[in-house]
Structure formats: C-alpha cells, structure tokens
C-alpha cells in the first residue's frame, strides 16, 4: 500500500478546486438572467473553440458584446460550423444577459445569421 505525502495531497486538493471552479464559470446558467433579451448586431469576431464557442456583436448603440454559444458539439448539432457565419453579417441573438450589468455578455439560446435560424438551446427559447 503506497502512502501519500502532504505535498501530494495538498497539490491535489488544489488542482480539483481548480477544476471544479473552471468548470462552474463555464458551464451552468447561475451567472445569467432568468429573463431573455435579443441582441441585434454585426458580428467583429468568430471563435469556434472550447469551452465554448463565441461571438463579438457591434451593436449600434450599445458597444460591442460577447455571445456565448453552446458547447462546441451542441452548437454543431444546431448546424452552426464553422464558416456558417463570418466577420460583417448581420446577426440576431436571443438569450440571457449576464446579472452583472458592468459586463456586456450573453448566453444565446438562439441566434440568426441573415435568413438561417440556429436553435442552441430550443428547450429554453421563450419565444418564436
């Protein structure tokens, strides 16, 4: 039987609440609004990757705003893939904003590119 020694369980204790506290900023939506908004803009940029894919959206009078999407294999299944949008279109986001109003970010639930509608969440839309 092998003993561990404090170091080593002190180190893991700390990577665990490492993991646990990343995975809860990026995942659930206890950070959010429970009432939705739509978001209108042009999108700037496109990020694709994990854990999350995300999108910057000018809008006209309110800056720019980070869109977050479902995780990358949800997004996907909603059929937005890469080259599904790109930097200039115009898009429309439904989701909830987050409770701190300092911070322009949102997780969408829903978002349009031109005529092509992208359910990310269809269990949660609360409007049609």
Not at 83 to 95: E, F, L, R, Y
Not at 97 to 122: C, F, H, Q, W
Request: aromatic share 6%.
């Amino acid at each position: 039987m092998r003993v561990l020694s404090t170091k080593q369980i002190v180190l893991g204790a700390f990577l665990a609440g490492a993991f646990a506290a990343s995975a809860a900023a990026h995942h659930g939506w206890s950070w959010a609004e429970a009432e939705q908004m739509e978001l209108r803009g042009t999108i700037q940029n496109i990020s694709m990757g994990g854990p999350h894919p995300a999108l910057d959206v000018a809008t006209a009078d309110d800056g720019v705003w980070r869109v977050e999407l479902a995780n990358p294999r949800q997004t996907e299944r909603s059929g937005f893939v890469e080259g599904s949008a790109k930097k200039g279109d115009q898009i429309v986001a439904i989701g909830n904003r987050s409770l701190d109003r300092n911070e322009k970010r949102m997780k969408a639930v829903r978002i349009t590119v031109g005529e092509k509608r992208y359910d990310l969440y269809p269990e949660r839309i609360r409007t049609n």
